[in-house]
């Protein structure tokens, strides 16, 4: 049995390969919005759906017209695969399935396209795309390498499915599907609940706690940081308001893009904190994971919570909990939305109603106990997946 992993990494281009990289972006944003047009155009005569084999071949023509040759230094793939997402995006709108797709603009969609899966070879430093080197001549080839920021990431000698590159305002990234081996069933005994939240990060059944990287003050720091920047960009737009229309001039270009650094930044250490976590309880290696729904953990209901979820990237946690679980063989179980994690107790299984949202500690009126409120939702969790494997 087989599996595909996604991975992502950073490209590290030179300044040639950094514009060749914006002139692919464009060309596959050209090349999606040219397909629309053509499909609304042809449905608006009162055509049907012109398919994809068909769009391809009249944007072959296309490219033959005089002032269209620019297309040909081109990867190939690049415009195919962006015709062939605007085909899927306008079918789904032909079936009644979603709004009609939205031109791509500069401003609105991040740069991004397609590279050939079979033409895309990696080595343990680089990564080689086609037709970024403008030249034939064997000597230029090498342009077609781009540095990766990580090395031995991704393996050389295996087959590659969906490889995008996008650039997300400040770097150019990678992401290319992997065929690897899948893993045998986890041979740990024992599995792990995992009661996440606000407070903490997330709560292990076995005792392990993960901080809530928000807290700290560095991240504070950083935060605080970041809104003094906004606000001052904010202050800069203003003043340079000419009647109803923005300008931009070269300073609040300059303060955007720092801008954009520090959230980045943040986004960074929260994201590289989750997979330390997440690494971590897999190392454990245990047979299975629980976890509560996080839309129906409650914690959504709450407009201040909600944005400390979103703050801390929880649905993200839960995203890559998932993915290293199945790379790992482990099973994950996603608890019943009406199963009362934080309510019940974890030694009698008494289920107290009136539990408020404020109360850290959970007393039960039955046995006695006295335990840490999200301890026992990840015991109760604990033992739900226990109950599930069993029967
Ligand atoms: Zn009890």
């Given amino acids: 049995m087989t599996m595909i992993k996604t991975l992502r990494v950073m490209l590290i281009p030179n300044k040639k390969q950094n514009t060749r990289l914006f002139q692919f972006a464009g060309s596959a944003r050209f090349a999606f919005n040219w397909a629309l047009a053509q499909e609304k155009k042809n449905f608006d005569e009162g055509g049907k759906f012109i398919s994809d084999y068909e769009l391809r071949r009249l944007f072959t023509q296309f490219k033959q017209q005089t002032g269209n040759e620019w297309l040909y230094t081109i990867s190939n793939n690049v415009c195919k695969q962006a015709i062939k997402d605007a085909v899927i995006a306008y079918q789904k709108f032909f079936k009644g399935l979603a709004q009609h797709p939205k031109f791509k603009s500069r401003k609105r969609n991040k740069p991004g396209f397609y590279a050939d899966p079979v033409k895309i070879k990696f080595s343990s430093t680089h990564v080689k795309l086609e037709n970024i080197a403008q030249s034939k001549k064997k000597n230029r080839q090498s342009a077609n390498w781009f540095r990766l920021a990580e090395h031995n990431r991704i393996p050389t000698e295996c087959s590659y499915s969906n490889p995008h590159i996008t650039f997300d305002g400040l770097n150019w990234f990678l992401t290319v599907g992997i065929e690897c081996e899948a ?110 729904d996080l839309n129906v953990s409650g914690m959504m209901k709450n407009r201040y919570l909600a944005r400390a979820v979103q703050e801390q990237k929880l649905a993200e946690f839960y995203r890559i909990m998932q993915y290293k679980s199945d790379w790992n063989g482990i099973r994950l179980i996603t608890a019943d939305r009406f199963y009362a994690s934080s309510k019940l107790c974890s030694v009698c299984g008494h289920k107290k109603k009136d539990l408020k949202l404020k109360d850290r500690i959970y007393r039960c009126p039955e046995c006695g106990t006295v335990i840490d409120r999200d301890l026992n939702a990840s015991l109760n969790l604990y033992h739900y997946g226990k109950s599930i494997l069993t029967h």
């Fill in 183 to 292: 893993p045998k069933p986890a041979a740990g005994a024992d599995g792990i609940g995992i009661d996440v939240g606000v407070k903490d990060l997330a709560i292990c059944s076995t005792g392990h706690v993960y901080k809530n990287i928000n807290k700290t003050s560095r991240v504070r720091r950083l935060k605080k940081k970041a809104r003094r920047l906004q606000r001052k960009l904010s202050r800069k737009y203003i003043k340079n308001k000419k009647g109803e229309s923005y300008r931009k001039t070269r300073n609040i270009i300059k303060s955007e893009k720092q801008l954009l650094r520090r959230t980045h930044r943040l986004t960074n250490i929260r994201t590289n904190h989750i997979h330390q976590v997440t690494t971590e309880i897999v190392k454990r290696e245990p047979s299975f994971i629980v976890m509560e």
